[in-house]
């Protein structure tokens, strides 16, 4: 596909055109590059959740990350003296 052309006019000149189907790249790269992008996240979150499986240490996802509407505020856990 060509994307640019050189012209030369009559005195010699070259000049660069684009070409007329310059936009069929950008409409073709751009979501395919965004499908792949999507494709490599699932499969390395797949891919973690299956190791972790695998290991038997599924569980302890829910330990490192904890749900943080369960935790208390820093406030209530301090005691006065």
């Known amino acids: 596909m060509e994307f640019f052309s050189t012209t030369t006019n009559e005195n010699g000149i070259e000049s ?6 310059w936009w069929l790249f950008p409409t073709i790269t751009i979501p395919l ?6 494709t490599w996240v699932a499969w390395q979150r797949h891919r973690k959740r299956v190791d972790a499986q695998s290991l038997g240490i599924g569980d302890l996802t829910k330990i490192v990350e904890p ?3 369960s935790e208390k505020s820093p406030t209530s856990t301090q005691t006065s003296v």
């Open 33 to 38: 590059t965004v499908l792949v992008f999507a």
């Open 16 to 21: 660069l055109t684009i070409g007329r189907q």
């Open 67 to 69: 749900d943080p509407m």
